[in-house]
C-alpha cells in the first residue's frame, strides 16, 4: 500500500482518525516498522481522540536528525503529533539515549493516572538519568521546563508524588 493511500485511510475512517493508519502511514514514510531501529519506538497513543481531518495528514521529519516524524492534520488549527524514532543505541551501555535538543515524549504519572505530551529534551541523559525536558506549546502558553527520568529514547517520565 503507497503512502498515499495509508493516509486516505487515517481520512476515510468515521468518528475519529483512524490510530492504526497513522501508524502505518509512519511506517510508510520511515520503511521501517515500529519497534525497530529507524521506525516509531512505539504505536500513536491509542488513548488519543483525534479530529478527523478534510485531506491527509502531513508527515515530515521533525529535524534533521530524523529523530522524530512530525505527523499534522493540514486543517488550520488542527492536531499535530511528534512520532519518536528508535535509535541503535545499547540500552545497557549507559551511553546517552536522550540528547539536548531531541523530541521527546513527557509522561507525567501520578497515583492512578498518566499523562503525556510532547516535548524537547534540554539535557543528554542515559537510562535512569535526570534530565530537563521543556513540553511543547501551542504558542499561546507559556510553560516551565521540568526534571524528569529517562525511561528509554524517547521518552521521559515526571512522577507527580
Do not use: H
Not at 525536558?133 to 510553560?143: D, H
Amino acid at each position: 500500500m503507497t503512502l498515499a493511500l495509508m493516509l486516505a485511510a487515517a481520512v476515510a475512517s468515521g468518528g475519529f482518525t483512524d490510530l492504526n493508519a497513522l501508524d502505518r502511514a509512519v511506517a510508510g514514510f520511515t520503511g521501517v516498522s515500529i519497534g525497530q531501529v529507524g521506525g516509531a519506538i512505539t504505536p500513536v497513543d491509542r488513548r488519543l481522540r483525534l479530529q478527523p481531518c478534510s485531506m491527509a495528514p502531513v508527515i515530515n521529519w521533525l529535524s534533521p536528525r530524523r529523530d522524530a516524524v512530525l505527523v499534522q492534520c493540514p486543517d488550520a488549527g488542527s492536531w499535530r503529533l511528534a512520532v519518536p524514532i528508535a535509535r541503535g543505541v545499547a540500552v545497557e551501555s549507559g551511553e546517552p539515549v536522550v540528547s539536548r535538543g531531541d523530541a521527546v515524549s513527557i509522561s507525567i504519572e501520578g497515583e492512578g493516572f498518566a499523562v503525556s505530551r510532547p516535548g524537547q529534551a534540554l539535557d543528554q541523559g542515559a537510562v535512569g538519568a535526570w534530565v530537563r525536558v521543556q513540553p511543547a506549546t501551542t504558542g499561546r502558553e507559556q510553560v516551565q521546563p521540568v526534571r524528569g527520568q529517562v525511561v528509554r529514547p524517547g521518552l521521559v517520565r515526571v512522577p507527580m508524588d
